[in-house]
């Protein structure tokens, strides 16, 4: 049997967008001569639909495509992810389901058995979960039909296994000869050598051939990374579909010989290839044509500033520098070097006498003179001046603001609400200081696009006579694997310290990292590109005691 993997971007609610693309496959599939073609999991509605799963039209929307697109499966099967309605009276009303359409109709539905509730997931809100998977006859093969969380059945979470069921297993003892499993599964760094792990030792150890179809996209702050894999009985690797754009491919299931080593993408050019995309998909699913950059002259501002350019074009990027008293020459300099080298457009708006004039009006107020010390409040007021400005020109232009706060500052509130961390999306919010630094080096492989001066000079938010990230913060080689351990790793401050970290200095980043909830509460929605971001991946309360 030839079956054909369809590897598609599909944006959240665009039914008639999304059956197109869809139908398109069938259509070539057909024409390639598959007998099946294999789509990813909700590739009707898109994942994660979230809470319009509660909106009537929306579901009702999600059938009626269905059943068109089972009108254009006569002489080609197809296997699409979509949303089926309960009839039950008990339990949750919807199930995320697999429907398999054949001779113009519905043949077969599979429902999404584990429904899971970690991390960036939350299913069980709104699904039922499947009680039972049975095999599917098709062309003298039995087709055990799979969704996402079902192949990932006896995988730890935290040190635990989660199910008591295995889909996988039920299927094989069921007599099925394939497994296909349709999947929507979000991308980290490394993510992709997690799955491939799993699927081939699934496929050796139930001796049976796996099809595994993922989405590929950005839809809000979850990237989907393709990758879509097929492993043999023996548990190789036969095919890996691209990583980051759409793909369409056929195998025979006659035929599934080993492919031997493929190329790995290094973790930096897997980061980098995750952020553009992100930022291509955000911008044109949500409508925006430009976006708007605040240009400090540091390495943050000038990373999300190239991502940019190479996602949506250097013509719809502009790039403010907005210098203080206290910004150096050479950061306005590098600003204006890096706009430049790549030809995106680029102001200068001084906020000295706009400073200024704050500081006069909040002399009583805060009770300070001219002569006052520099303290964090008027480092704030330069921020919230510089976000107010992008604001303007975004509201007026209708371009887009970019902020431009890394992980390693977001973690421990090393950022000024309303201030830089202003804007419509935070396009390096889940990126470590350090991997910033890896990129710009990626960046620079062939010839130097971010300014060498940029790349070598201490971190400073300049909004003090000279102001180093280092007055307030470790250095960042030293933060950053403390903020992995704690966060991703979630390490106690104990194993921590054991691990070889100074006591003191894990102390004040947990306590740090744990007191700035309420400030990622409020910031702007960002890519998530480790294994455990802020936001829905990551919610703690912002009133407790510890």
């Given amino acids: 049997m030839k079956i054909a993997i369809a590897q598609i971007d599909t944006t959240v609610g665009d039914f008639e967008g999304n059956a197109a693309k869809i139908a398109e496959r069938i259509k070539l599939a057909e024409t390639s001569g598959a007998d099946l073609v294999v789509f990813p999991e909700l590739c009707v509605t898109s994942y994660p639909p979230r809470d319009l799963l509660e909106k009537s039209y929306f579901i009702l929307k999600n059938l009626e495509a269905v059943e068109r697109l089972a009108k254009k499966c006569n002489n080609i099967a197809a296997i699409v992810g979509f949303v089926s309605v309960n009839e039950s009276t008990t339990g949750k009303g919807l199930f995320n389901s697999a429907a398999f359409l054949y001779k113009g109709k519905i043949e077969f539905i599979q429902h999404k058995a584990l429904l899971p509730t970690y991390d960036v997931f939350d299913e069980a809100r709104h699904f039922e979960p499947g009680t039972t998977h049975k095999v599917h006859k098709f062309k003298g093969k039995n087709i055990g039909i799979t969704i996402c969380e079902d192949v990932w059945s006896t995988v730890n979470i935290g040190g635990r296994r989660l199910y008591h069921y295995d889909p996988v297993e039920k299927l094989v003892k069921d007599g099925a000869d394939i497994i296909i499993n349709i999947s929507a599964s979000p991308f980290h760094v490394g993510k992709g050598k997690i799955r491939e792990s799993l699927l081939t030792s699934t496929a050796k150890r139930h001796n049976v051939p796996i099809v595994y179809t993922n989405m590929v996209g950005g839809n809000d702050e979850l990237i989907f990374d393709g990758m879509s894999i097929i492993v043999n009985e023996r548990g190789e690797l036969v095919h890996e ?23 790995q993408l290094p973790e930096v050019e897997e980061c980098w290839r995750a952020l553009v995309l992100g930022i291509v998909d955000y911008i044109n699913k949500c409508g925006f044509k430009k976006v708007v950059i605040g240009l400090s002259g540091g390495i943050d501002s000038a990373l999300v500033a190239v991502l940019a350019a190479t996602a949506i074009g250097s013509a719809n990027v502009l790039g403010v520098a907005m210098p203080s ?16 080298n790549l030809g995106i457009s680029f102001d200068i708006v001084p906020i000295s006498d706009v400073y200024g004039a704050y500081l006069k009006s909040l002399e009583k107020p805060l009770g300070r003179s001219a002569d006052s010390p520099i303290t964090l409040t008027e480092e704030n007021v330069q921020a919230r001046i510089r976000g107010n400005i992008l604001m303007a020109i975004s509201n007026k232009t209708g371009a887009i603001v970019l902020s431009t706060g890394n992980k390693s500052e977001l973690a421990v509130g090393y950022c000024t609400l309303y201030g830089d961390m202003a804007g419509g999306l935070a396009v390096i919010s889940d990126v470590p200081k350090t991997m910033i630094y890896e990129l710009a080096k990626y960046v620079n492989r062939k010839g130097e696009v971010i300014p060498h001066s940029t790349m070598t000079k201490p971190p400073s938010a300049e ?27 979630r390490a106690s401050v104990q194993s921590i310290v054991e691990s070889g970290f100074d006591k003191k200095v894990v102390d004040e980043i947990t306590k740090k990292i744990d007191r ?18 802020f936001s829905a991946g990551r919610i703690y309360p912002i009133a407790w005691k510890y």
């Fill in 516 to 533: 700035n909830e309420y400030k990622r509460r409020q910031a702007s929605p960002g890519f998530k590109v480790t294994s455990k971001a």
């Fill in 463 to 489: 909004l003090r006579p000279g102001q180093k990230d280092t007055d307030s913060l470790p250095p960042y080689e030293v933060l950053d694997e403390i903020l992995k351990l704690y966060v991703e790793e």
């Fill in 325 to 340: 008293p206290y910004s150096s020459e050479d950061s306005v300099k590098d600003a204006e070097a890096l706009a430049k």
């Fill in 241 to 263: 579909g691209k990583r980051f754009e759409e793909d369409f491919f056929i195998i025979d299931t006659e035929a599934l010989p080993a492919a031997g080593d493929l190329p």
